[in-house]
């Protein structure tokens, strides 16, 4: 086999026998050698701190994955399995905190479970040193750490990265929020719809971030894959501290497995491309030769690629196509739908002409293609800073509308009676000022411990709901899960939220007028008259849901 060999002198075209690649458990290289004692100690820390942090540790997620129903998944089931990092602190009493993940903000910056774990890490690593000191070196036990660090974040980046792929995690701007000042966003809202407005650049992003993780999964592109995943996190680590994002420590997870996927081959990487020299790979592995391991090694494999590549993607489609996990799923009213000026405001009867002052008439309203209506108010409302509202199942408590949102900007979530032509509207913010974390109470807990049946809540007559029908069968069959049908359920217990009963009606949905009881249970009368605004943004087709 001819092989280029280059030296600083002149290229020479030279004949070199390449030798078949040998089991480590039966040859070593000629030019491998003892581990040095630092590197043998380090390489326990690494071995003890990555292994951890590569594992789920909370019981939580193993009995989630034991309650998912196989044969009608929510694509969030498949990203809770590939969706964790390390969680040590609640099991010595502390609540984590740090910058939007999990809390208030700290001096560590939500980082504290990576230094507990890296303390138990040189603790534990003391004490293998003092019982295992013949030991010359782990080359074997490096190749299986390699292997649980580039599958972990291999798994974790594909569910990350299908989110984008099928833009649905940063959504294209609703007609509320293209209506808003832009000086009422915060940062992380700007960003989110910075990218959401080009959601071709979104897929590409997921693209990038899909084909690192596929990369990770085969032993002769780790490096190359662990490369991509470096870039493409450690610029989403760097946005989320610029822009006050919330995610940086799941982000810097991902960097963090990249650079020790890269160490292995970094000297030859250098070798080859700096200084130009010839360089030859070195792997160890087990011997795979044997028939039972040979074939489970491929199982395993195959059933990883089926899973987290392949269903994956159906299942992110249909998430894309009829439940899009941060957008209401339901259809709105048709005829309703579009942006309106506030031409006639009456309170119990009384005319309030408009005034930008006022902290009680609308200024202007809209109504989305789901089932949300939007309206400005001069009054400030709590500030939603939850990540984008995205883990819920009911279209209520779906908050990408609001959350990043400021300067009295409504929306409330409609169960439309299309007979009698009446909208039940319920506040998507609460009345508490409970913090929340993607759409969900911090205080609230985990919904699956507290399983005890709903309250009645009467507010909206029975004979109304039948003719509603259940949120779960509302959307496209295809749309179904299991997931979706119990986190319904799970949702629909009352919370205390401001509520309005309206009955609408219009001609050809140029004139709309809203008739019935607000909040404060005062009595308004709204005539709301369509603007066919045109926008500078070329809105693109590839958006989620089907309305």
Request: overall charge positive.
């Amino acid at each position: 086999m001819a092989i280029q060999k280059h030296t600083s002198d002149a290229p020479v075209l030279e004949s070199v026998p390449v030798a078949e690649p040998q089991p480590a458990v039966e040859s070593r290289p000629a030019e491998s050698r003892s581990w040095t004692p630092a590197q043998r100690f380090w390489f326990r820390v690494a071995f003890i701190f990555f292994t951890v942090f590569s594992i789920p540790t909370t019981l939580d997620w193993y009995a989630n994955v034991l309650s998912f129903d196989w044969l009608h998944l929510h694509y969030r089931d498949l990203y809770e399995i590939a969706r964790f990092s390390p969680s040590l602190l609640r099991y010595f009493g502390v609540e984590r905190g740090g910058g939007g993940e999990g809390g208030g903000r700290s001096p560590l910056l939500g980082y504290e479970d990576w230094f507990v774990l890296l303390g138990i890490a040189l603790v534990g690593a003391v004490i293998w040193t003092a019982l295992d000191r013949k030991r010359r070196e782990y080359d074997i036990l490096y190749y299986w750490l390699r292997t649980i660090v580039r599958y972990r974040a291999g798994i974790g980046i594909i569910g990350f990265g299908f989110t984008k792929l099928f833009p649905t995690q940063m959504p294209y701007p609703s007609e509320g929020l293209l209506n808003t000042d832009f000086g009422d966003f915060t940062a992380q809202k700007i960003f989110w719809m910075s990218v959401g407005i080009v959601p071709w650049y979104q897929v590409f992003t997921g693209f990038v971030e899909i084909l690192a993780g596929a990369m990770l999964f085969f032993r002769g592109t780790t490096t190359i894959g662990a490369a991509l995943l470096f870039g493409a996190l450690g610029d989403i680590v760097f946005v989320n501290f610029a822009y006050d994002g919330g995610v940086h420590v799941y982000s810097s997870y991902f960097v963090l497995m990249a650079l020790f996927l890269m160490i292995y081959d970094a000297r030859r990487v250098y070798n080859l491309l700096v200084l130009e020299r010839f360089t030859v790979p070195i792997h160890f592995y087990p011997d795979f030769s044997k028939g039972w391991l040979k074939y489970l090694r491929i199982g395993l494999k195959t059933a990883t690629i089926a899973i987290f590549l392949v269903w994956f993607t159906w299942l992110e489609y249909i998430n894309f196509n009829f439940d899009p996990y941060k957008q209401p799923a339901m259809k709105g009213v048709t005829a309703l739908r579009g942006l309106y000026n506030v031409t006639e405001f009456r309170l119990n009867n009384k005319v309030i002409p408009y005034s930008p002052t006022d902290t009680v008439r609308w200024q202007s309203a809209t109504f989305e293609k789901w089932s949300s209506l939007t309206f400005k108010v001069n009054k400030p409302t709590r500030l939603d800073l939850s990540n984008g509202g995205g883990a819920p199942m009911r279209d209520l408590n779906r908050t990408f509308e609001v959350s990043g949102v400021a300067g009295g900007r409504r929306v409330f979530y409609y169960d439309a009676d299309t007979v009698d032509q009446v909208l039940y509207l319920q506040d998507k913010i609460r009345k508490n000022n409970r913090a929340t974390v993607d759409g969900k109470e911090i205080a609230a807990g985990n919904a699956r411990k507290n399983r005890e049946k709903p309250e009645a809540d009467q507010w909206i007559p029975k004979v109304a709901l039948a003719r509603i029908g259940s949120e779960v069968t509302r959307i496209d069959p295809r749309g179904y899960t299991t997931r979706r049908e119990r986190g319904i359920a799970e949702e629909t217990r009352p919370v205390k939220r401001n509520r309005m009963i309206l009955k609408y009606s219009t001609t050809d949905g140029s004139r709309v007028i809203l008739t019935g009881v607000d909040e404060r249970k005062d009595s308004i009368y709204v005539v709301l008259d369509r603007v066919n605004r045109k926008y500078a943004l070329s809105e693109s087709s590839l958006q989620a849901g089907k309305y």
